[in-house]
């Protein structure tokens, strides 16, 4: 069997050295691709579950997606603490076979005529609850399997695995829906969850944990908010990204809506639309490790961050008809360009600057701080939404990204990243990390 996928890849044309030729490194990328493409599934047919068959309003909307990321809030940081102490790939394992349970009771309380917003609300911050712990634990376990050196180019593969489920996925989606309904098309996903995890139980790795004798709990979590506040790269990092996830879900509680009852959108012609999203992100994880090496790691999250306002303002100012259809499109497309490049960029700089003791910390700590501003964002995308209109809500997304990359981009901590930093450099002066980046 490994010659028979070894042949392949030379016929695909890989390089000798590539990432996906380590056969650990390419069963974590099956894994992604196949619970990406679950993902697809739910991103639809759980707010189309609420828009079209519940009939929610966009403060309803924007409720939604509060509870998606209010455990983030209220969990990361004791996530952290308690990942520096397990093993993580058995929490990323366990992780998406309970998103796979908590999937699949919305077509059970369908099935059973129970399903109401408050139900979809609750499964919203299962979901999210899980996310905080697992998610941070999988971030994790890719710098178990990855150099260092290589996270860029890791995390820009694992982009890709995304964009590929993203370009069929949505597609999929929407005649799944179509035919089954939004609630039963959510069995899919639970099913693909439940494969990702099947296949990552073949992943073995070698994790060391601390004595439990030298750990304390609150001790740990002070440590771990410590550190990154001692950080001026992963503070600036954190307000900038956090910024932008505020105008992400802004926007997010509304392109459903906008796309349903404004353009007039059928689910599947959404499903269909939503497309975009994977040529955007395909695009952008071919050829985004060659952007942030030519512009640099920070400058790269700029761009990315100025390239979805763009599309949020754009859908804003489009008009009814074709071109709000196009424009539409053209949205999702920058989006998924502009989330690649500043993801890729971010994923690899938090992870190059930290020791791996503080992985886990750090990564629940960062989720932490760039999602306090999510929930906020999907409150006020609802309110704007509901009370001013649609495209006020999409144009306030807009108008303050651009800002925050105006902002950004004057920052010289962040402007100034022109190469990955070292570990050892930024341990001794971060300053000094950034400086010798500048002179490569």
């Known amino acids: ?18 990432l996906l030729r ?52 209220l969990l990361s940081l004791p996530a952290g603490v308690w990942l520096d102490r397990v093993r993580k790939l058995p929490v990323y394992i366990a ?25 979809l609300y609750v499964v919203g911050f299962m979901i999210g609850a899980i996310n905080t712990t697992a998610g941070s634990a999988a971030q994790i376990v890719l710098t178990q399997i990855v150099p260092r050196e290589r996270l860029v180019e890791a995390h820009a593969k694992n982009a890709l695995a995304t964009s590929g489920a993203e370009v ?17 098309a959510l069995m899919a996903d639970a099913i693909l969850l439940l494969t990702s995890a099947l296949i990552l139980r073949g992943i073995h790795i070698t994790e060391h944990r601390p004595e439990k004798a030298d750990s304390h709990f609150w001790r740990d979590l002070k440590e771990g908010v410590r550190f990154v506040m001692n950080k001026p790269l992963l503070v600036g990092l954190a307000c900038t990204v956090g910024m932008w996830q505020l105008c992400y879900n802004a926007a997010l509680v509304v392109q459903i809506l906008f796309a349903t009852r404004l353009l007039g959108l059928s689910e599947q012609a959404v499903g269909l639309s939503y497309m975009a999203i994977g040529v955007g992100s395909v695009a952008a994880s071919i050829y985004g490790h060659r ?37 539409f499109g053209a949205m999702l497309m920058a989006f998924a360009v502009g989330g690649v490049l500043i993801f890729i960029n971010f ?25 306090i501003p999510a929930g906020p964002g999907a409150l006020i995308g609802g309110w704007l939404g509901e009370h001013l209109g649609l495209r006020v809500a999409l144009g306030f997304a807009g108008f303050v990204a651009l800002g925050v990359a105006l902002i950004a981009w004057r920052h010289p901590l962040i402007r100034g990243i022109k190469h990955l930093p070292t570990l ?4 001794d002066n971060p300053e000094l990390a950034t400086a010798e980046g500048k002179s490569k």
Not at 54 to 71: D, H, R, V, Y
Not at 96 to 104: N, P, R
Not at 169 to 179: Q, S, T, W
């Open 1 to 18: 069997m490994r010659i028979m996928i070894n042949y392949f890849l030379k016929l695909c044309g890989l390089p000798h050295n590539d």
């Open 22 to 73: 380590d056969r650990i490194y390419r069963r974590l990328w099956t894994s992604i691709l196949i619970s990406s493409f679950g993902a697809q599934i739910t991103i639809l047919a759980l707010p189309l579950t609420a828009a079209v068959m519940l009939n929610a309003t966009a403060s309803q909307m924007g409720i939604l997606t509060f509870m998606e990321t209010l455990p983030f809030v």
């Open 291 to 327: 952007i942030s090496r030519w512009l640099g790691p920070g400058p790269c999250m700029v761009a990315g961050i100025a390239v979805c306002g763009l599309g949020w303002g754009g859908l804003a100012l489009a008009p009814a008809g074709w071109i709000g259809i196009a424009a």
């Open 424 to 427: 050892t450099a930024h341990a």
């Open 347 to 371: 994923l690899a700089l938090r992870q190059a600057v930290t020791p791996e003791p503080m992985l886990g910390r750090m990564t629940s700590t960062m989720r932490w701080l760039i999602l």
């Open 168 to 184: 069929s996925g949505p597609a999929a989606a929407g005649v799944l829906i179509k035919l089954l309904s939004a609630p039963l």
């Open 95 to 119: 992780g998406e076979t309970m998103i796979a349970l908590a999937v699949i009771s919305v077509p059970i309380a369908w099935y059973f005529d129970v399903i109401n917003m408050t139900w």
